[in-house]
């Protein structure tokens, strides 16, 4: 039975994809702050006739989630497979220059990632084998509005997470980066402005599922928003920031 370690496996996304991942026969290691959630969650696990471990951890807390990860592969075996999910984001307006935020923000989604690739990496360069992979965003691919430290910090990780994935290629290691477009979880909850081509979570834990299966360098859902976003992609400044900077949503 492959095992799986998911970051934020509290609530939404991450929630969903253990659930999915059990379903589909890998044993999964559940690690977030709120304990009650993920014991519920195991329990929920185990008794559709899944394996699943969880310990608390704060990922910010390099210690903490090297533990988190002992923790679990003492229960279920060596990690195969590592998703580095727990994130936050929201709207921030520049002018009100919020650096507390910004750096919380960017701690989390950033630094989390990172010491959660430190939790699990030296074992599996130990074994030549294994899988890395980071729930992004589609945030990442340009500066979003009212979204520096968002859109910054999911730029870091797909690009931290690339260089990983050549470097690893040779020592037999996959590396995934997962690009959600909009998907119903309690962080969007908060959202106050429209959501194009907005999904479920538990949709979103099968094009993530499926990807992963497959190995797959990068998970770009739904598709509408992957045609979308790679023509933003590319528009050329002045009319980006002439689009864009209408957009409200705070
Ligand atoms: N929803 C979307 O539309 C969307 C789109 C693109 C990307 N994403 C990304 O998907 C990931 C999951 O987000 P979500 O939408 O599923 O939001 P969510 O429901 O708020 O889930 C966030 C998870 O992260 C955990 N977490 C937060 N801070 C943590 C910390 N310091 N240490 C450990 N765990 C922590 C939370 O659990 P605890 O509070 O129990 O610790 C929770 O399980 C994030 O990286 C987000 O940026 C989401």
Redesign the pocket.
């Known amino acids: 039975m492959s095992v799986a370690l998911i ?10 994809l253990a659930k999915e991942l059990a379903r589909r026969g890998w044993a999964v290691g559940l ?5 009650e ?2 014991s519920t969650l195991a329990a929920e696990i185990e008794a559709a006739g899944g394996k699943a471990a969880w310990a ?6 390099a210690g ?2 090297r533990d988190a990860a002992q923790h679990i592969a003492a229960r279920l075996g060596p990690i195969d497979l590592m998703v ?6 929201l709207p921030t307006r520049t002018t009100a220059v919020p650096i507390d935020a910004w750096i919380q923000i960017l701690r ?2 950033v630094d ?2 990172i010491y959660s690739v430190g939790a699990v990496l030296p074992e599996m360069v130990a074994r030549k084998s294994g899988h890395l992979a ?6 990442g691919y340009r500066g979003l509005p009212m979204s520096a430290a ?1 859109s910054a ?2 730029a870091a990780v797909t690009t931290f997470f690339e260089s990983l994935r050549v470097d690893l290629r040779r020592h037999g290691i996959a590396v995934t980066a ?11 909850a908060k959202n106050k402005f429209p ?1 194009p081509f ?1 999904i479920s ?1 538990e949709r ?1 834990a099968v094009l993530i599922a499926d990807g992963l299966e497959r190995r797959r360098s990068d998970i770009t859902f739904p598709w509408q928003m992957r045609i979308v976003m790679r023509w933003v992609r590319y528009l050329p400044n002045a009319l980006y920031d002439a689009i864009l900077s209408r957009t409200r949503v705070l």
């Open positions: 970051t934020g496996a509290s609530t939404g996304i991450g929630n969903a690690v977030a702050r709120r304990g959630l993920l608390v951890a704060d990922v910010t807390d903490a989630i580095a999910n727990a994130g936050t984001g989390l989604n989390g990632a980071v729930v992004s965003s589609v945030a968002y910090s999911k997962i690009h959600p477009g909009f998907i119903t979880t309690p962080l969007t959501m907005l979570a979103a």
